[in-house]
């Protein structure tokens, strides 16, 4: 079994570089599926399981995909003829393949993917993306545990998203482009992720406007071509990195982190004490020696990301005295905690409220992840608790982070990752994945 190995109470000094984003990789993999002229080059593209499933996904989909990861490009050639079905063995894999509904109907008249199941984080349904798609005029049926969109043509449409849903903003975004008018989207999501899939689709051809704010116009247009694109940093991969620095007292510059997509942590950070300097080539993040409690509330973009909350929960514990953690976005997703009180975190939860007694003394225990960012809030409780954790099911860590222990050591961290056998023999991992 893989474990990453951390003694904590080292401080974190130095510079660290950031990837692209996955949750930004993904949406683009799918818009290379409007392209039916010319080859799609993606720069800057990360290392990550679930690029790899994206990939499987497109090539199930009879899509050209070539992936160099020594220089971290990857090339989409969807110019030939495409198959309409996303089976379930993937989209049971990634959640996020539902993001190829809206481009294979726009471009296909047809488009069947697997219904995807919740998580471990919430239920996460996908009515909202449904919606946007019949009012562009796609006839929806639900069977077999598949979902299935028709329309002989789109058309363009007025759409108010109850909730600024990411992925129902993409997936509408990928569909209008080649609808017949105009369409509008409001209330949509505001992410840094949106507003990199519209500079990707304007690339390749699309008219979009207004990405980034409550309402995007899109004017449909007749095709799309491939382009060359480079993906945004990854947000969270920067913040998780900033929560590093603040809990271990440390000074980390994290490169090419961009301070304006990571207002609301640093807002907060701030407020507990945490120098943080905005730079031309990065953000500077100094640790204080006592962390100030804070109280945080995870909202749609721009309030604070669902997607730092765990992490965040980390930093509140190392704070001196008590802060309240508020997940509005998704209801389940305080399952890291019961692991941080196998490390002595001390706190209460109630509905979707935590309240956090600081200053914790944590102690180094065998811990399991859980999803995604509960993986990386375990990694950081690692690095200040006293003695060593072990950290498993780093499969969830490997969705989304790219060698976080190899940074991490190299910022002074005592960590490595490992596969250990029963009976405790371990040998290196060097590359994850
Ligand atoms: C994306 C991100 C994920 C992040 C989340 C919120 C990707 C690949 N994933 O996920 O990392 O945590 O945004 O920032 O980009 N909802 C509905 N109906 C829908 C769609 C969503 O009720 O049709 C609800 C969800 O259950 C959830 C909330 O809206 O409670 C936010 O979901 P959404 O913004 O859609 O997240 P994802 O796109 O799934």
Do not use: W
């Amino acid at each position: 079994m893989e474990e990453i190995i951390i003694h904590g109470g080292h401080r974190l000094e130095g510079t660290v570089m950031i990837d692209g984003a996955k949750n930004a990789i993904l949406p683009i993999m799918a818009a290379s599926l409007l392209a039916t002229s010319g080859v799609t080059e993606i720069e800057d593209v990360p290392i990550l399981a679930d690029v790899f499933t994206m990939t499987s996904v497109l090539e199930s989909l009879a899509a050209q995909v070539g992936f160099d990861q020594t220089q971290q490009k990857l090339q989409i050639d969807a110019s030939g003829s495409l198959t309409h079905e996303a089976p379930f063995e993937l989209v049971s894999q990634m959640r996020a393949s539902i993001i190829v509904l809206g481009p294979l109907l726009a471009r296909l008249g047809v488009a069947k993917v697997a219904m995807p199941g919740g998580c471990a984080i919430g239920s996460r349904p996908i009515d909202l993306h449904l919606k946007g798609l019949r009012q562009l005029g796609a006839r929806i049926t639900q069977n077999g545990g598949y979902i299935e969109a028709r329309a002989t043509k789109l058309i363009g449409a007025d759409i108010y998203l109850d909730f600024p849903s990411v992925g129902a903003t993409e997936n509408i975004m990928l569909a209008a482009t080649l609808a017949e008018g105009t369409t509008f989207i409001e209330n949509a999501a505001r992410e840094p992720e949106i507003v990199d899939l519209a500079i990707m689709l304007s690339e390749m051809g699309a008219h979009i406007s207004g990405a980034g704010t409550e309402t995007i116009k899109i004017v449909g247009v007749k095709s799309l071509h491939g382009t060359s694109h480079q993906v945004v940093q990854d947000r969270i991969e920067a913040g998780t990195m900033m929560v590093a620095a603040a809990i271990t007292h440390g000074k980390v510059l994290i490169k090419n982190a961009i301070g304006h997509h990571n207002r609301p942590l640093i807002s907060k950070l701030t407020e507990m004490g945490v120098t943080i300097t905005e730079r031309d080539d990065g953000i500077l993040v100094e640790g204080p020696t006592h962390l100030r409690p804070v109280n945080v509330k995870t909202l749609p973009h721009p309030g604070f990301p669902t997607d730092l909350q765990p992490q965040m929960t980390v930093a509140q514990l190392m704070a001196d005295g008590v802060s309240v953690m508020n997940e509005t976005v998704f209801e389940n997703r305080f399952m890291h905690m019961n692991e941080l009180r196998r490390m002595n975190a001390d706190f209460e939860i109630e509905g979707n409220t935590l309240l956090l007694h600081g200053k914790a003394d944590l102690r180094g225990a065998q811990v399991e992840a859980t999803d995604l960012r509960a993986a990386a809030a375990l990694v950081l409780a690692g690095l200040v608790a006293e003695g060593e954790t072990r950290v498993g099911q780093l499969q969830y860590l490997d969705r989304g982070y790219y060698l976080l222990h190899q940074k991490l050591s190299r910022l002074g961290a005592d960590i490595r990752r490992s596969d250990v056998d029963e009976n405790g023999e371990e040998r290196p991992i060097l590359n994850a994945l």
